[in-house]
């Protein structure tokens, strides 16, 4: 029996489906290539210089006030490491991955689409008030059951907030590898000064020696000695030299610029040892332990993976399906409403709960041995500083002992009383005392740097210190892109 609604004809249902389609269509995303040409990202990367007037704007508004010059002819540590910050395309790299989780975000959130089917049916004999074409319609609309949505939302949340502390992680790796590279560099240049005025004292000394060997003052063994000594220092300014081109290249590469860059550049280190009492102390290592960067990364990881465990037990409950359809079929216009429901007999998701529970221990595991090693770097680092301070003191003894050998000397040599062999022996005997100082220091200076990356907090004057934790902390956005979108 017809209920006098008149069947919908196919020529008319089509162009309304054509329609609608084109509507949704026109709302999606379209597609924009970026074509990459290596030849130029390479003559971008080789043109970087310090003299660049985007670095002079970042690092005077990371410092908080204006360069007195520009470019800067002394770079010391602190502007190094902001031009690090600028130019390091490890960190690049860290933030786009921190983008494409926070993406995954809007993902998260995406509801099931409803799916329309749409199924003309042709009859060869139909009823003469009928015509030849018989639609159908089926609509399917997903339901996510049990909380699935929000847990899932969850876990890219805090995947992203792990991105997001791996990005101050990798700041922190830029800086570590600029300062050692730094140091290396500083310590190869002094080596290198030392060794030039050590070789030069000796070559005074060889001088005198073969005219007292002609006199027959000196045995011929103590001018071979000396020979071979200042054949050693020779060799050791050699290597001195080479890993002050070496470390100076690595410089370069810990700031992301080519080497020409620091071609008149004056990369400047400060040797004077900083007060570390405030790196040293158990409130310094229990914050460590809480806030590192990387600590606050596995956190977040430990959160995703319990958000995802939290989702597979979601998933053992089966998400609904709603049909509405409608059906004309012989002047009979039928409705109809179904339920689909998924029956969890086989398979209640046992084995990816179990992976996702394992994966919740293997994250915690990571935590709490990361914490381990983060203690572990603080001890070694105490111990070290501490072993490099008693160092210092003895050697500074030395040195202070060796500097009044030298003004007796000079003064018996004024008096007549002593050769020039002597005072210049005692000069060689201080310069060696000068060098034992400064492996003291530079000892004391790697122990303060492993300490400085162990607990996350560079030594320096308060205001530079400030402004690296800030750009530190900002480093998620990248000066260079923003300038250039």
Not at 60 to 83: F, M, N, Q, R
Not at 374 to 397: C, F, P, R, T, Y
Not at 463 to 476: E, F, H, K, P, Y
């Amino acid at each position: 029996m017809s209920l006098g609604i008149k069947p919908p004809k196919i020529g008319r249902m089509l162009p309304s489906a054509v329609v609608t389609c084109a509507v949704v269509i026109g709302g999606c995303a379209h597609y924009t290539p970026k074509p990459l040409v290596p030849a130029q990202t390479a003559i971008a990367l080789e043109s970087r210089t310090l003299s660049d007037p985007g670095l002079r704007s970042y690092i005077e508004t990371s410092l908080g006030h204006p360069l007195a010059e520009w470019p800067v002819k002394t770079w010391d540590l602190e502007l190094l490491t902001l031009a690090a910050f600028y130019y390091s395309p490890v960190l690049d790299v860290a933030r786009t991955h921190w983008k494409v989780a926070t993406a995954g975000i809007r993902t998260a959130r995406a509801r099931p689409n409803p799916s329309l089917s749409l199924v003309p049916d042709y009859s060869t004999n139909p009823p003469l008030d009928v015509g030849h074409w018989m639609p159908s319609i089926a609509l399917d609309v997903p339901l996510e059951t049990a909380g699935k949505r929000a847990d899932r939302i969850l876990e890219a949340r805090e995947l992203a907030e792990a991105a997001r502390w791996e990005v101050i992680s990798t700041a922190w790796d830029v800086r570590r590898k600029l300062t050692r590279a730094f140091l290396d560099y500083s310590v190869a240049r002094r080596r290198t000064q030392l060794l030039e005025s050590l070789i030069g004292l000796e070559e005074g000394a060889t001088r005198l020696e073969q005219g007292e060997l002609a006199a027959g003052a000196v045995a011929g063994s103590d001018l071979t000695a000396l020979r071979v000594q200042t054949a050693k220092d020779r060799l050791g300014l050699q290597n001195a030299r080479a890993d002050l081109v070496e470390a100076r290249a690595r410089c370069a590469d810990a700031l992301g610029v080519p080497l020409r860059a620091l071609r008149g550049a004056e990369l400047s280190y400060d040797f004077h040892p900083p007060d570390a009492t405030a790196l040293s102390d158990m409130g310094a290592r229990r914050r460590a332990l809480r806030s590192r960067s990387d600590v606050m990364e596995a956190l977040a990881r430990y959160e995703a993976a319990q958000a995802a465990l939290q989702l597979e037990v979601a998933r053992q409950y089966p998400d609904l399906h709603l049909g509405p359809g409608y059906a004309w079929n012989e002047g009979e216009n039928m409705w109809s409403l179904g339920l689909t429901l998924e029956l969890p007999i086989l398979n209640q998701n046992q084995g990816p709960i179990a992976e996702a529970a394992a994966r919740r221990s293997e994250a915690a595991a990571k935590l709490i041995a990361l914490q381990a090693k983060v203690i572990h770097e603080v001890d070694s680092g105490v111990s070290a500083l501490n072993a490099a301070k008693a160092s210092s003191m003895a050697a500074q003894a030395l040195l202070v002992a060796q500097r009044q050998s030298v003004n007796a000397m000079e003064s018996q040599h004024n008096a007549g009383a002593v050769g020039a062999l002597g005072v210049i022996a005692a000069r060689i005997d201080l310069i060696n005392a000068e060098n034992l100082v400064f492996a003291a220091d530079v000892k004391q200076q790697r122990a303060l740097r492993v300490l400085e990356d162990a607990l996350q907090r560079p030594l320096g004057s308060e205001g530079d210190a400030r402004a690296i934790v800030l750009q530190i902390q900002s480093t998620q956005r990248s000066p260079r892109r923003e300038a250039a979108e």
